[in-house]
């Protein structure tokens, strides 16, 4: 599986915030130059298509899966495809405060910390349904590994879709998250029309 390992600050420079990626916050951009203010609809439409992929971590190939899902399901196509990024574990577990950034909570799934529903889940892509419980494994290096992550983590307020229960490291799925609740701003429109052609 490949995943993106290089400098990340470069990224959200040039994408703007991308809280999955990393914690760092973008430099202030009020002082830019006129001269290339102006963009182009190609452009901005793969702006918007490299935000999705750098901050949910996916591949060129992963994105136009997703992209092809959200198309055949019911529903416009922006928001199901967002609702399939947000519903995926890795991101579920970076939601809930687990997990300080997506890469991080993907780590943790592919080394085997997480239960879902008593089950051992080591695929980071794993689809979350409502009512799914997700729980660290009653090691102490797992719950170790997590106690870190829920402390360090900054506390922002946890989608409506989403319980955690830190005492008992554990986390609840109540339904499939809306789109206003997205943690990340973005013109999903814009990323569809990037892919139409390849749909």
């Not at 529903?75 to 577990?93: A, I, K, S």
């Not at 405060?97 to 997480?114: K, W």
Request: proline letters at 7%.
């Amino acid at each position: 599986m490949s995943r993106y390992r290089g400098p990340r600050f470069k990224k959200i420079c040039r994408l703007g915030s991308l809280p999955g990626l990393t914690t760092k916050r973008p430099p202030d951009k009020s002082k830019s130059n006129p001269r290339f203010s102006k963009k182009k609809e190609y452009q901005i439409r793969l702006k918007e298509k490299q935000k999705l992929r750098f901050h949910y971590g996916l591949t060129e190939r992963q994105l136009l899966k997703y992209v092809r899902i959200a198309g055949k399901a019911k529903g416009p196509t922006g928001p199901v495809l967002l609702q399939l990024l947000e519903m995926r574990l890795d991101n579920t577990l970076f939601r809930l405060g687990m997990a300080s950034t997506i890469p991080q909570a993907r780590q943790l799934v592919n080394h085997r910390h997480i239960l879902v529903n008593g089950r051992m889940v080591d695929i980071p892509s794993y689809r979350c349904k409502p009512r799914d419980i997700i729980t660290a494994r009653e090691k102490e290096k797992s719950r170790t590994l997590i106690q870190n992550y829920l402390d360090s983590s900054p506390h922002n307020k946890l989608p409506y879709h989403l319980t955690i229960h830190p005492l008992q490291y554990k986390g609840l799925v109540n339904q499939i998250i809306a789109r206003g609740w997205v943690g990340l701003k973005i013109k999903e429109l814009l990323v569809v029309e990037y892919y139409s052609r390849q749909i």
